[in-house]
């Protein structure tokens, strides 16, 4: 199988059609520095660029769908951002079914899910036709044109002789498709079919969703995006006039949603979009800690990590070594002062110009418990220094035997109701059952 590695924001699988059909223009864009940089691979399917063409017309989508996760694999990859585009959408979705634990995002571009309602339109069909009978490279090209642009792009000359350049150079360079591989990918396109069942497995899977589909589209009928919409429940970008190569009429649009830092879909956060992250903590802040009497706490939730800190490797910049500039308000509002968060876990990095790394400045700025050795190691040095007196340690011991006091270690086992539970209330099928309608 052959794949190409383009720099990119995410780690993406970009599962796309045969060599030649549309342009990987978005894909050079998809290059930025905003994030934590890793790679994309676009690679070419079985039968057609440079991959294998295997002696027989047994292609379906299915397979495809093996021989990409066969490559995520060998690129080591525990998880990734799936990109589908027309054929590939298709492939994507059995890839979603076949490992959904490996995808962090599915994104479905001109696509759908097969059957009578996925051929394509008379118009589309007469232009596949062509593609096979015309031997004039210039009317080769302009058909291509016809058959993925929409009419107001090529209504604009210097955008038609962009498009115009672009194929020609590629009917040029790319590797023809043999008749295996031509008739094998038909095939497949025609034996896809994604049930109704399977679309709803898709939907409760744990990965967002984006649907992306052309108003102007003359291969798949525009109507099968809004069937696929309603079906995974997903969000669906329209854009207006637009034919079926979006990645090259739309490029800048279409990297947006890519790279969107809502899709980031870290293990254990839900985003970082603010407020959908602010509102989601704020509930499970609530959850975790409150009780019918205020006076006791039934858990200390802990904001892990909460100053800011959120690099590992970028650019050279590490979690020890970066200065974190942010507001009071990003900073306290809604973990602090709205849900009453009983603790929080001090940055590794430096927060507007304070070091994390003094004793001294730890316990003034409020850091009452260090799970580590550094209290340990350094304390004493910083009341021999003076840089600490032993009113500070005194303060920080208070803080922390008072959350103890609030979760009721000193109070007889049986007032507290949670120091009543046992083995016996965990996992009971209550529980079971409001983890299934939290999920869902």
């Known amino acids: 199988m052959q794949f190409q590695t383009t720099t990119a924001a995410k780690r993406f699988c970009i599962i796309n059609v045969p060599k030649g059909e549309t342009s990987r223009l978005w894909l050079t864009d998809l290059n930025t520095s905003s994030a934590l940089k890793t790679c994309a691979k676009d690679y070419d399917n079985r039968g057609c660029g440079r991959s294998s063409a295997p002696w027989t017309l047994e292609y379906t989508t299915i397979q495809m769908a093996e021989d990409a996760l066969e490559l995520i694999d060998h690129l080591r990859w525990s998880q990734c951002h799936v990109v589908g585009v027309s054929m590939g959408g298709m492939i994507a979705l059995e890839l979603a079914l076949l490992a959904p634990r490996r995808i962090l995002s599915l994104t479905l571009m001109a696509t759908h899910a097969g059957g009578l309602v996925g051929q394509a339109p008379l118009i589309g069909l007469r232009h596949i036709m062509k593609t096979f009978t015309i031997r004039d490279e210039d009317q080769l090209v302009n058909n291509a044109l016809a058959m993925l642009y929409g009419p107001k792009t090529l209504s604009d000359p210097d955008k038609r002789q962009y498009f115009y350049d672009y194929h020609r150079e590629r009917f040029k360079t790319r590797v023809p498709l043999s008749q295996v591989g031509m008739f094998g990918q038909m095939f497949a396109v025609q034996r896809h079919y994604i049930s109704y069942a399977d679309l709803l497995k898709i939907r409760y899977s744990n990965f967002p969703c984006l649907i992306m589909v052309g108003t102007e589209d003359r291969l798949v009928r525009e ?10 429940g997903c969000r669906l970008v329209k854009l207006e006039h637009a034919g079926h190569d979006l990645g090259g009429e739309c490029a800048q649009q279409v990297n947006e949603e890519l790279l969107d830092p809502r899709w980031d879909r870290g293990q254990e956060t839900s985003g970082k979009d603010p ?27 802990d904001c892990k990590a909460y100053n800011a800190y959120d690099l590992e490797n970028w650019i050279g910049t590490d979690r020890f070594h970066f200065n974190a500039k942010i507001s009071d308000q990003d900073l306290i509002e809604t973990c602090i002062h ?15 110009g304070i070091p994390k790394d003094t004793v001294a400045v730890a316990l003034h700025t409020g850091t009452d418990l260090n799970c580590s050795d550094f209290y340990l190691k350094h304390t004493k040095d910083a009341l021999d220094n003076k840089t600490i007196v032993e009113k500070d340690t005194d303060r920080a011991l208070e803080h922390t035997f008072n959350v103890l006091i609030r979760l009721g270690w000193f109070d007889p086992s049986e007032q507290p109701f949670y120091r009543q539970l046992t083995k016996a209330d965990v996992d009971t099928p209550e529980s079971r059952k409001l983890s299934l309608e939290s999920a869902q």
Do not use: P, W
Not at 223 to 232: C, G
Not at 275 to 294: H, I, M, N, P
């Open 223 to 232: 109507t099968n995006s809004y069937m696929l919409q309603r079906t995974l």
């Open 338 to 352: 709205d849900a009453h968060v009983a603790s929080i876990m001090c940055s590794y990095n430096t927060i507007n």
């Open 275 to 301: 407020f959908l992250t602010s509102e989601y903590v704020y509930a499970l802040v609530q959850g975790l800690q409150r009780v019918e009497d205020e006076h006791y706490l039934k858990i200390t939730a």
